[in-house]
């Protein structure tokens, strides 16, 4: 069980244009979603929490503008990258949040490869 | 956020068992460490986490020492498949019960 479905796995867009990442729990409900990044030979970088029903929790440097996190049901997160310029360029993934007996359970998407071009 | 400190890597023989050890001396009482390995251009994958008892699963063993100031992750006979990155990582209540990255562990395993 727990099984986090992301999509697309990989993208290509042209600067300025937006992207839209989808982060699914596909067999428990998630009230809690979270996004990361991560660059070449680096570790995760936590960008936000996505909380279902109520607005995304940025972390310090993080431009919330730029990342649109969209909650609107208990198994499916969005992330739109807008305007998006090849800094940009990344592997972001979602995680999915269970409640577990004795807390909490963590689930991750396989990645979304963005480049832009 | 609580750390964790982990070597940059290891290297193990496959078929050999492989510690990999986790020093997080300003745990506080309420925090669940965690162990995740990530393949490269994958999502990290879930491997053991634990609170004070040492513990089991099919995947591996997780050894807490007795002030839960480290840990030892244990792969009891490691295969080629078990090279990756390999993430210690405290879950602390105070900040949202988030998962907080280091930069982890690369286990290469020679044949």
């Known amino acids: 069980g727990a099984v986090v479905s992301q999509h697309p796995s990989r993208v290509i867009c042209k600067s300025g244009t937006s992207v839209k990442i989808e982060c699914r729990s596909l067999?428990?409900?998630?009230?809690?979603m979270f996004w990361y990044r991560q660059f070449p030979k680096q570790s995760l970088m936590l960008m936000a929490t996505?909380?279902?029903?109520?607005?995304?929790?940025?972390e310090q440097g993080v431009e919330k503008d730029k990342f649109l996190i969209n909650h609107a049901s208990l198994t499916l997160s969005t992330l739109t990258v807008t305007s998006a310029h090849p800094e940009d360029s990344s592997f972001y993934i979602c995680s999915a949040r269970k409640v577990t007996p004795d807390g909490y359970g963590y689930t991750f998407g396989s990645g979304t490869r963005l480049t832009v071009v | 956020d609580a750390k964790t400190t982990q070597p940059n890597s290891m290297e193990s023989n496959e078929e050999e068992p492989v510690h990999l050890p986790c020093n997080h001396s300003t745990i506080s009482g309420t925090d669940y460490i965690h162990w995740y390995r990530q393949l490269p251009s994958q999502g990290p994958e879930y491997v053991i986490h634990g609170l004070t008892s040492n513990v089991n699963n099919r995947m591996a063993s997780l050894a807490i020492a007795e002030d839960r100031k480290s840990s030892t992750l244990i792969l009891h006979r490691a295969t080629l498949r078990d090279a990756a990155v390999y993430y210690c990582i405290l879950r602390d209540w105070e900040y949202g019960n988030k998962l907080v990255f280091g930069a982890g562990t690369i286990l290469r395993v020679k044949s």
């Open positions: 996505s909380n279902e029903g109520s607005k995304a929790t940025y």
């Open positions: 067999d428990f409900q998630a009230t809690t």
